[in-house]
């Protein structure tokens, strides 16, 4: 279950990425290729690539990041313990939500998916900007 719980940037980042890429379905594959870039050897990184190709998916359908014009952003911070993959949209008017009261959906699960493969995930924002992050081990 995803929660709304405000997001910080921890102090003891190691290391951090952020990258911009314009709202459109065909980003979400750009996005991968970012992270793949910046993490190509780590364990977790085809569940890292499957997150942020969601959770870029979700940017694009379901905010006004998919709107002409519209972008969003995604972000890697890489810690000692951890890996935080996050993707920050434009907003809407739904919050972030899994389909799961609906059994015959033919959508709707994939931030079900993103929080079986993250060991966290959380959401937090405003109807103008959310960020969804999913954590990960380091190693």
Same mark, same amino acid.
């Given at each position: 279950m995803l929660l709304a719980i405000p997001q910080s940037r921890p102090s003891s980042a190691q290391m951090y990425w952020q990258r911009a890429f314009p709202g459109r379905p065909d980003q979400a594959r750009q996005? $991968? @290729?970012?992270? $793949?870039?910046? /993490?190509? =050897? +780590?364990? @977790? /990184? !085809? !569940?890292? /690539? /499957? %997150? %942020? !190709?969601?959770?870029?998916?979700? =940017?694009?359908? +379901?905010?006004r990041s998919g709107e002409d014009g519209g972008v969003f952003e995604v972000g890697v911070l890489v810690e000692a313990e951890r890996v935080v993959v996050s993707v920050t949209d434009q907003g809407g008017p739904k919050v972030p939500a899994d389909g799961a009261s609906d059994e015959l959906a033919e959508s709707g699960r994939g931030l079900i998916l993103v929080a079986a493969l993250a060991d966290r995930c959380r959401w937090s924002g405003t109807d103008r900007s959310r960020t969804v992050t999913a954590a990960f081990p380091a190693s």
């Open positions: 996005a $991968r @290729s970012f992270l $793949r870039a910046l /993490l190509p =050897a +780590h364990p @977790s /990184l !085809d !569940d890292m /690539l /499957l %997150v %942020v !190709d969601e959770l870029a998916a979700n =940017a694009v359908q +379901h905010t």
